[in-house]
């Protein structure tokens, strides 16, 4: 199990981030189990919608240049 610490939280998971992350909150130690395909795709909505974003404020030039 390798563990992930960030300014509040804990995050606890799989080596290859299979299975469970086991997220707790450091203030409370609260924590809860979350499947790590379920957070994989709700970064990648962030990620998507960041990138949709980003491509709709480019000029041309900055457009072109990225392909």
Do not use: C, W
Request: net charge negative; charged share 35%.
């Amino acid at each position: 199990m390798h563990t992930t610490r960030t300014e509040k939280t804990i995050f606890q998971h799989n080596g290859d981030y299979s299975g469970d992350v086991i997220i707790m909150e450091k203030e409370t130690n609260k924590e809860v189990k979350v499947p790590f395909d379920d957070l994989k795709a709700f970064f990648a909505e962030y990620v998507r919608e960041n990138l949709i974003s980003r491509v709709e404020n480019m000029d041309e030039r900055e457009l072109l240049h990225v392909f």
